[in-house]
């Protein structure tokens, strides 16, 4: 019986219960689900919150998360929503010599769901896919922030433990520039340029591309030339991945609210 599984396996079979799930699924559902009481149920929902497996999305209760989808994208086939942003990627990386990243919101952070290294580059100095960070630090994050709406960015901020000083300033500045910089902010030596992917329909941004390398090979001014590319790269895919995600597009990632059936289709 679910209710005499220990307290790992139990999380894990409440996790995997929700994947089984139309999403969201409210907690009597998923308890029911899984075999187990209301309130185990909703301890083991609390973990895979915290760690960001599964969000929660108020009264109509839990998704599965952007870091249990990035581990069924390395573990399972390469996801229809990979293959759909690869070639633009591909070629950015080509054209910049750097490597370049997608990211996606999970909540307060947002997770590289792809990366693309250019052509006989042996170096690589950046995320990997997986990592997960803050959307208040980098450029891969706060060029979401910044194309939020204004609701859920100030509900952002307003969980960011690090209180980052001028944050503020910096989403305007992001905000009429169209991208953000950033230097030596989650990773050493390494600095990097992202823009938002913008659905059309509403102007919010559902993810963002980056380009990151060494600092010494992307400087400000470098990194300024590769501006142009970079939006333009973000125009041709925003788009198209608002299309992929189906209506309204940037609600329905509020906490990367993309299913497992439809991502790993």
Known sequence: MAEELAGPARILHVLEALAGLEQPANL???????????AK?????RVLQ???????????????????LALASLMGP??????????????????AAETTHLHLRSGTHRIVMLSEDPPNNPERLGSTVG??????????????????????????????GTKRRGINALLTRVRRNGYALSFSDNHPELNGIAA?????????????????????????????????????????LGPRLATFLGPNSTAHLESLDVTVRNLLA
Do not use: N, W
Request: hydrophobic fraction near 40%; charge should be positive; glycine fraction near 10%.
């Open 28 to 38: 009597p559902v998923i308890a029911a689900k899984a075999g187990l009481g209301k």
């Open 41 to 45: 149920a909703y301890r083991s929902l």
């Open 50 to 68: 915290e760690e960001g497996y599964v969000d929660h999305v108020g009264r109509t209760g839990y998704r599965i998360g952007s870091r249990a």
């Open 78 to 95: 390469r996801p229809a929503l990979l293959r759909l942003a690869r070639p633009t990627l591909a070629r950015l990386a080509a054209h």
């Open 131 to 160: 990592e997960r960070s803050p959307l208040t630090s980098g450029c891969g994050g706060t060029s979401i922030l910044a194309f939020l709406p204004a609701d859920q960015a100030r509900e952002v901020l307003r969980r960011d």
């Open 196 to 236: 938002p992917l913008l659905d059309p329909d509403s102007g919010h941004a559902i993810g963002s591309i980056s380009i990151a390398g060494h600092e010494r090979r992307l400087p400000e001014p470098v990194l300024l030339r590769l501006r142009g590319p970079l939006m333009a790269a973000c125009a041709e």
